[in-house]
């Protein structure tokens, strides 16, 4: 096998380096009949049986819940999630609805409702939502393997420690998983924000995802190496490549607990210049991972994950003791509460389905929200509550595309403050309110928008592709989502400077603030906070307290006079080997700056891959 070959690539998601037997989890395909059913009678069997199915796969999954690994508890609702979907009504409802009026079997009217909500799914411009529909997926084969009257047990064949390869992990795999025995996770599908990557991140397992042929390419019991980090697995490794794999591995390992002893100081360079370091979360039980990896608040809270796959809209009250929680929880330290940030697809479980040729550009987040709006008062009033308990809430709206939008948003909010003033509802009159800064037109009337607001947060996943004009899931033209194109800098850098002349604070909440190797950017650009994946943490906070702000101003404003995001990847990888050697060595990211240009995408042709 020549080296080419040898070596798959996929999205490194946890760092560290495993090395050890591979184990493929290759799951039989379920054969799905396609049959029509005769009579009446046999119509309501099949409905019946459909119903028995789905019902084993609640008590199956509750009896998960109740063995879950002590180390994946704060995970628990993501199991939750999987038991909501059993009866959404987009799956369970409409399969019910294809087996009565089609008079087709079960498992093909499943399977066909499944189809459906791919579909759904795909239409969805944000990664975190799209990629949930490995749930939908999760589900759907659990509930056909119980119709096929198959008992599943994936992991019972595992006797030793091994490296587990496999299609994909959902939460129930995770609760099935002995921790002990599995050295890393490498899966064909998934991104940063899949289950296995928050599995993997949660108990410290080096981990790969998106690897594509994986399971077909990987040899069951052979010794491989997994980097967790440049997202590189090679097979058949040479005595040579084990040995160095091992030698890496040992000094990640220390050098990780080296940061992490550390993690909890505040963010300061050489020259004395503080970043506010904060962490951007789902679920209120990631608040554990956030304090313990030195988040200084909470950056971002994606309040929409309380909304998915529940059968009833959450009311005021459930939304107030969320958010109430997650308060007290963080108390002192911040906590940014950012506004329902979903397409009216999402929504469809509980208002008239809207059809829209392109939902990413449709009636979405903020547009959403001031569309129906009831449910935007019902959660600004939640959030208002939560703020008059600590004091520590600061509420966001996303999306926002000029100064009418915002001041459409802000009358609504400010219909609720009197509304809770004249009912006596305790509140924090002075609560920070910001908005995101993700289209270009917000971040050509900043100006105007930092006389509105207490804060600014720039969402760079959105403004890059906005930017750009490229879908970034879509693989034909992800090569093109580049970081470090001049626009982005740009728009970033106009932003900073709109803000601070108004006097409010600038934060990031993109992938790019976690992203280490773009430490001397963002900290040249002069943001006064980065928000991230908590697990990015302690690596971010190490290499800000290693720099220079004088040294990073200097780089950024050559850089802003180059013309290409290949010019400035190179400027800046310089930058790097000469400020952070051991980071580059570590991390291999020498390597990872010049093949992906600092960032993870699919190339064209045959001798392209995946970061």
Not at 16 to 44: C, F, H, M, Q, W
Not at 201 to 221: C, D, R
Not at 378 to 394: E, K, M, T, Y
Not at 469 to 477: F, K, L, Q, T
Request: glycine share 6%.
């Amino acid at each position: 096998m020549d080296t080419a070959h040898r070596i798959l690539q996929g999205i490194g998601v946890s760092p560290g380096i495993a090395i050890g037997k591979a184990y493929v989890l290759n799951r039989a395909r379920i054969v799905v009949p396609e049959t029509n059913i005769l009579d009446e009678d046999s119509l309501d069997e099949e409905c019946e049986r459909f119903e028995a199915a789905v019902s084993k796969a609640e008590r199956d999954l509750e009896e998960l819940k109740q063995r879950l690994h002590p180390d994946f508890k704060e995970h628990i609702k993501l199991l939750e999630v999987h038991q909501m979907i059993l009866r959404d009504r987009l799956i369970y409802g409409e399969t019910l609805d294809l087996i009565r009026n089609e008079w087709i079997n079960a498992q093909w009217a499943l399977v066909r409702s499944l189809s459906r909500a791919h579909e759904r799914f795909s239409a969805i411009d944000d990664e975190y939502m799209r990629g949930r529909v490995a749930d939908v997926d999760a589900v759907g084969e659990r509930v056909l393997r119980n119709l096929a009257g198959r008992e599943e047990t994936p992991f019972e064949g595992i006797r030793e420690r091994v490296i587990l390869v496999a299609h994909d992990i959902s939460p129930a795999d995770a609760a099935q998983l002995e921790f002990d025995r599995t050295l890393g996770l490498i899966t064909d599908i998934g991104g940063r924000t899949s289950h296995t990557s928050i599995v993997a991140q949660s108990l410290n397992i080096p981990a790969v995802v998106g690897a594509e042929q994986s399971t077909k390419l990987v040899p069951n019991g052979e010794i491989i190496i997994l980097d967790g980090t440049t997202g590189r697995v090679i097979l058949s490794p040479t005595e040579e490549e084990i040995k160095h794999y091992a030698e890496r591995q040992e000094e990640l390992e220390n050098y990780l607990k080296q940061i992490a002893r550390v993690a909890h100081l505040p963010a300061k360079t050489l020259d004395s210049h503080w970043v506010r370091v904060e962490a951007n979360i789902e679920l209120q039980e990631e608040v554990v991972a956030a304090r313990d990896n030195g988040a200084e608040g909470i950056g971002l809270y994606r309040t929409e994950f309380f909304f998915m796959n529940r059968e009833i809209l959450p009311d005021e009250e459930t939304l107030y003791h969320e958010y109430r929680e997650l308060a007290e929880l963080m108390e002192p330290m911040a906590v940014t509460l950012r506004t329902l940030d979903l397409g009216a697809e999402k929504l469809a479980a509980w208002f008239p389905r809207l059809e829209e040729i392109n939902p990413a550009l449709g009636l979405r987040s903020i547009r959403l929200c001031l569309h129906y709006r009831e449910l935007f008062k019902s959660q600004l009033r939640a959030i208002l509550r939560a703020s008059g308990v600590a004091g520590n809430v600061r509420l966001m709206f996303p999306l926002v595309s000029g100064v009418g939008e915002l001041l459409e948003a802000k009358k609504v909010l400010g219909e609720v403050r009197e509304e809770l003033t004249r009912q006596r509802i305790p509140f924090d009159h002075h609560m920070p309110v910001g908005v995101m800064i993700e289209v270009p037109s917000a971040v050509a009337v900043a100006d105007m928008l930092a006389k509105e607001v207490d804060f600014f947060s720039i969402g760079t996943n959105d403004l890059i592709q906005y930017s750009i004009g490229i879908d970034r899931a879509n693989e034909h033209v992800a090569y093109l989502y580049e970081p470090l194109h001049p626009a982005v800098l740009r728009f970033i850098k106009q932003t900073v400077e709109a803000g601070h002349r108004a006097g409010i604070p600038v934060s990031l909440c993109g992938e790019m603030a976690g992203e280490p190797l773009f430490v001397p950017i963002l900290l040249g650009l002069q943001l006064d906070s980065l928000s991230m994946n908590p697990r990015a943490i302690p690596r971010v906070k190490n290499l800000i307290a290693r720099s220079r702000m004088r040294d990073c101003r200097r780089f950024v404003r050559k850089a802003l006079e180059m013309t290409t995001a290949s010019e400035i990847t190179l400027q800046l990888q310089e930058i790097l080997l000469k400020k952070f050697p051991e980071e580059l060595r570590l991390f291999e990211l020498d390597a990872v700056l010049t093949d992906a240009s600092l960032h993870r995408k699919r190339r064209l042709g045959k001798d392209r891959w995946k970061f």
